[in-house]
């Protein structure tokens, strides 16, 4: 099943590669050709396929997503969800429900997505038009919708928004199954659009972007130009729109849209986080297959500028809740971080494009960071719960009715469930990467995978415990002997490198070097763009072995940070850490880490599915209100990884701890 799955998916690459003349230089090891053993990313995947895949499904039912399309097939009936785009939790869930069926054959799943299809089909206007919102009852369609159609795509609609999600799930559901009932859909709706926007038609800025990847995804499938060209039109529109330049406003001055000026001027990540990952993504994707380096000079500036101003210590992105958007330079309040999970989704998708392009590891790095905590942060163990934004520190004293305090099965809008249904089973396809006889190791998970590389078949086996254990081995194996340049990311916080700016630093940085050994015996290496290059004949038992440093660092923010200014975080390798009420005696915003605290740390299989804890001594400060006095106590402090929060009840947590008292603020209740 997984041979014939890869051919599908050669034959796929091959088709778009016959109509293009360029593309990443690097392409991604599908995930269909990776098979997992590991025990941390295994056990989310198949939480995800046993319990986060139905439980969507189960919810699109039981909310009227569902009847929406069925409504809108009969044009009777009243649109009986909230948001215009509901219609895209449906195509989210089967495209990760797609993934989960190329690696994991389910007769019953299968078939179940089959009759989605067919409901989501009935629906379809016969031009090719699929929005429930309009379709139902076009006389009277959703307020966001306006009364006719694209007339509001550039603010609210989200007519572009839903096809984007229809075209990816599409593309996954044929890739998975080699069935043309979803992609037949799309491609109709794709061919409206082609239709109806572009030169000496209409014009419109997407609103909310993601339909240029989706474009792209269908490009890549038929070959068919005229889809890569309408995603580059659609891109190209932003700035266009006449909006009050003036304005301070980001929704009147477009910078909520990203809108505010042509794309290729802007140098900032700016606006709805979401938004901005996705446009991003599609200008990268665009760039790759274009040639476009005015648009990769442009998406340069703007990485930069989210790397060293705009992210949070454990990779989340988004901060402020009004719009759930970027702030300003540097504006990142741990009180009310908004962190949506949609948007570390977002910047997964877009870093691992700027790695395909540019071949350089601080792109991983930054993925890596986003995939174990701030991404993963966003789905309870359960696979049932999650949170919509991710706080960097909740208190019992302060309450933010942005902050989420305790996970939530289902939201009115519920877009981040949905899409973490449709990144897990995708993990393994950011493993490895390849380019001729380069061979890239991106993400250290246990499990096999097998490559094509100068037409021999390769296998990878990775042996490790990672995140918890440094200790990586590489079993490499060729067909028969083979030049190749294996490429083993050297992760920046193994070398000293907190993330790939100044924004956040480690305060006593390690001088632990690397060893790496090829079948035991220690080897001399160059590191280039953070990969360790060793170049050899490869042949079958070949083994490589290195230990990452996994000390426990002391994380410090840029002194532009004025909430983080005398105040630490914790990290070991890629997990970042945070104090929960349930480990520290009902509190976690009261804890001081002194300077010379040292810490220790403990495995503990039945605690929170498996996680290692830190433990250091430190004080804590304790308020006696009935005799009105302050008092500091020495005490053991408790962290666990920040994605776990939140699975034990609801109480404090936070991520930045101050390492000395220097002055008490008094808040009156």
């Known amino acids: 099943m997984i041979k014939k799955l890869f051919s599908l998916l050669i034959c796929c690459c091959s088709l778009a590669s016959y109509a293009q003349k360029q593309d990443y230089p690097i392409q991604p090891v599908p995930f269909t050709s990776v098979k997992l053993s590991d025990q941390f990313w295994s056990s989310r995947i198949e939480t995800n396929r046993t319990a986060t895949i139905p439980a969507s499904f189960s919810r699109c039912e039981s909310t009227g997503r569902v009847k929406n399309f069925e409504m809108a097939a009969e044009h009777k009936g009243k649109f009986c969800t909230t948001y215009p785009f509901d219609d895209t939790d449906i195509y989210k869930t089967i495209e990760g429900a797609s993934f989960s069926l190329a690696v994991h054959p389910d007769a019953r799943l299968s078939a179940y997505i089959d009759s989605l299809v067919t409901i989501v089909g009935k629906a379809q206007e016969p031009d090719g038009y699929l929005y429930t919102a309009r379709s139902i009852d076009p006389l009277h369609p959703q307020s966001w919708a306006g009364p006719e159609r694209w007339i509001n795509e550039g603010n609210m609609s989200h007519e572009l928004y839903n096809c984007g999600h229809m075209f990816e799930a599409a593309a996954a559901h044929f890739i998975a199954t080699g069935k043309r009932n979803f992609l037949d859909i799309a491609l109709k709706n794709a061919d409206l659009l082609v239709s109806t926007f572009g030169p000496g038609k209409k014009h419109v800025a997407p609103g909310h972007e993601i339909v240029e990847m989706g474009l792209v995804r269908l490009y890549r499938i038929t070959g068919k130009a005229a889809y890569l060209n309408l995603a580059k039109f659609f891109i190209d529109q932003r700035g266009i729109k006449d909006y009050n330049k003036k304005s301070q406003n980001v929704y009147e001055n477009g910078t909520y849209f990203q809108d505010d000026k042509p794309v290729v001027n802007q140098d900032e990540a700016e606006g709805h986080a979401v938004r901005a990952m996705y446009l991003y993504s599609g200008m990268t994707d665009v760039a790759a297959l274009t040639g476009d380096s005015v648009y990769i000079k442009a998406i340069d500036k703007i990485w930069n500028n989210m790397v060293s101003k705009k992210m949070y210590v454990q990779g989340s992105i988004g901060a402020v809740g009004d719009g759930e958007r970027f702030g300003d330079n540097y504006e990142l309040p741990n009180a009310t971080a908004y962190n949506e999970t949609c948007a570390a989704i977002g910047s997964v998708y877009w870093n691992q494009r700027m790695f395909l392009l540019h071949g350089d590891a601080k792109y991983i790095d930054v993925m890596e960071k986003t995939l174990y905590n701030g991404l993963i942060s966003g789905v309870g163990l359960d696979g049932k719960s999650f949170f919509y934004t991710n706080a960097m520190q909740v208190s019992n004293s302060y309450k933010h009715p942005d902050l989420e305090r305790e996970r939530s099965g289902w939201f009115t809008c519920s877009c981040c469930p949905t899409n973490v249904v449709r990144l897990?089973?995708?993990?393994?396809?950011?493993?490895?990467?390849?380019?001729?006889?380069?061979?890239?190791?991106?993400?250290?998970?246990?499990?096999?995978?097998?490559?094509?590389?100068?037409?021999?078949?390769?296998?990878?086996?990775?042996?490790?415990?990672?995140?918890?254990?440094?200790?990586?081995?590489?079993?490499?194996?060729?067909?028969?002997?083979?030049?190749?340049?294996?490429?083993?990311?050297?992760?920046?916080?193994?070398?000293?490198?907190?993330?790939?700016?100044?924004?956040?630093?480690?305060?006593?940085?390690?001088?632990?070097?690397?060893?790496?050994?090829?079948?035991?015996?220690?080897?001399?290496?160059?590191?280039?763009?953070?990969?360790?290059?060793?170049?050899?004949?490869?042949?079958?038992?070949?083994?490589?072995?290195?230990?990452?440093?996994?000390?426990?660092?002391?994380?410090?923010?840029?002194?532009?940070?004025?909430?983080?200014?005398?105040?630490?975080?914790?990290?070991?390798?890629?997990?970042?850490?945070?104090?929960?009420?349930?480990?520290?005696?009902?509190?976690?915003?009261?804890?001081?880490?002194?300077?010379?605290?040292?810490?220790?740390?403990?495995?503990?299989?039945?605690?929170?599915?498996?996680?290692?804890?830190?433990?250091?001594?430190?004080?804590?400060?304790?308020?006696?209100?009935?005799?009105?006095?302050?008092?500091?106590?020495?005490?053991?402090?408790?962290?666990?990884?920040?994605?776990?929060?939140?699975?034990?009840?609801?109480?404090?947590?936070?991520?930045?701890?101050?390492?000395?008292?220097?002055?008490?603020?008094?808040?009156?209740?």
Do not use: H
């Open 424 to 669: 897990l089973p995708s993990v393994p396809g950011y493993i490895y990467a390849q380019n001729a006889n380069d061979v890239y190791v991106n993400l250290f998970i246990s499990g096999t995978a097998n490559l094509m590389v100068n037409n021999k078949v390769l296998k990878i086996t990775q042996q490790n415990n990672y995140p918890w254990d440094g200790g990586l081995s590489f079993a490499i194996d060729p067909a028969s002997a083979l030049d190749l340049n294996l490429k083993i990311r050297i992760p920046g916080w193994a070398q000293n490198q907190a993330i790939p700016s100044d924004l956040y630093a480690y305060q006593n940085p390690s001088a632990q070097k690397i060893e790496i050994k090829v079948n035991g015996k220690p080897v001399d290496y160059q590191i280039k763009n953070g990969y360790a290059i060793i170049s050899k004949k490869w042949k079958k038992g070949d083994k490589v072995d290195l230990t990452l440093p996994m000390n426990v660092q002391r994380v410090i923010a840029n002194s532009n940070l004025p909430d983080d200014i005398g105040k630490i975080a914790l990290q070991r390798g890629p997990i970042m850490y945070c104090a929960e009420w349930k480990d520290n005696d009902g509190k976690a915003t009261n804890i001081i880490i002194p300077k010379n605290t040292t810490f220790t740390t403990e495995y503990k299989a039945d605690l929170l599915n498996g996680v290692l804890v830190l433990k250091g001594n430190a004080k804590a400060v304790n308020i006696n209100e009935a005799a009105q006095t302050i008092t500091t106590e020495d005490k053991t402090v408790t962290a666990i990884p920040y994605y776990a929060w939140a699975n034990r009840g609801k109480g404090e947590m936070t991520v930045w701890f101050p390492e000395q008292v220097k002055d008490i603020e008094l808040i009156a209740k």
